[in-house]
């Protein structure tokens, strides 16, 4: 099962650090393109990439993958994307993202 059948069937939230390991690995993930301007703007109270990467304390969306492996810093995104936008945490959002 490729991983865009997992995504399309749906997955557990549980499992998207292991999803998004496997959308690096295969070249698959660009958050640039997956967290669009316009998806922020619409689905957050971001206007833009930019507005979130500072609020999150980052400088690229790559490095989200990375964060997600560390249980402070999710702790950290996921409070931010709980009171920034309709979703209760990242995984969340991306899953949003991904079926978009």
């Known amino acids: ?6 995504l399309k069937d749906g997955f557990d939230l549980a499992d998207i650090s292991g999803i998004i ?5 295969e070249g698959n993930l660009n958050f640039d393109k997956i967290l669009s301007n316009d998806f922020i703007k ?3 109270d971001f206007n833009d990439k930019d507005e979130l990467l500072d609020k999150l304390g980052i400088h ?7 964060l997600l492996q560390n249980p402070a ?3 950290k995104i996921d ?3 709980n009171h920034n936008s309709q979703f ?3 995984e969340e959002l991306l899953k ?4 978009r």
């Open 88 to 90: 209760a945490n990242l």
């Open 96 to 99: 949003k993202a991904l079926k």
């Open 42 to 44: 619409q689905f957050t």
């Open 60 to 66: 690229d969306l790559s490095q989200l993958s990375n």
């Open 79 to 81: 409070g931010v994307i």
């Open 21 to 25: 390991g496997d959308l690096q690995k």
């Open 1 to 6: 099962m490729s991983i865009f059948d997992r």
């Open 73 to 75: 810093a999710k702790e």
